[in-house]
């Protein structure tokens, strides 16, 4: 019999618990999801990749060891990405290769560079003619990107998209 009543009184406590969180639960407001974020423009997406070429642009100038024909060159990449990604992302949003172009202007040029600067004198005079190299053919695609959007060479974007893809993805 007192087995019969414990049990009786553990259920009506289950219960009432139950009850009573059921109620509470009831009573809290319901969470929302936080508000979306406004989407990101145009003028949004080109500021980050020239804070990205600026931070590699003083981070190149801090270093003295850097060479001043590539500080030029690189200057020279820096300043071809600022004038051909405006009129790629107006003209060719979709385009494969203007999204390529701005990877090279947010990440793939700053991370050539900082890994080059980040070696030791001895690292860096080994891994020189690498360093140059890459440095040469970014310079040498942002130059023909140049060209393509100059002559409005279309035909060109798919072909130059799928290289770069290939060679810094």
């Known amino acids: 019999m ?3 009543l414990a049990a009786i009184i553990l259920l009506g406590a289950a219960v009432g618990i139950g009850w009573m969180m059921f109620k509470k639960k009831a009573k809290e407001p319901e969470k929302t999801a936080p508000p979306p974020e406004p989407a990101r423009t145009d003028a949004d997406e080109f500021r980050e990749i020239m804070d990205s070429l600026l931070g590699l642009n003083l981070m190149m100038r801090k270093d003295p060891a850097l060479s001043p024909d590539m500080t030029r060159e690189i200057e020279s990449i820096i300043d071809d990405l600022r004038s051909v990604i ?6 060719y949003p979709g385009e494969a290769l203007t999204y390529e172009l701005k990877k090279i202007g947010l990440t793939h040029l700053k991370k050539i560079v900082k890994e080059f600067l980040d070696l030791s004198p001895e690292s860096r005079k080994a891994q ?7 440095v040469q053919s970014l310079g040498e695609v942002t130059q023909r990107s ?3 959007i100059e002559n409005n060479e279309t035909a060109e974007f798919k072909t130059m998209a799928h290289f770069l893809a290939g060679k810094f993805s």
């Open 2 to 4: 007192t087995g019969t």
């Open 146 to 148: 140049r060209q393509i």
């Open 86 to 91: 405006p009129p790629m992302m107006k003209q």
């Open 128 to 134: 020189d003619k690498i360093f140059k190299n890459s």
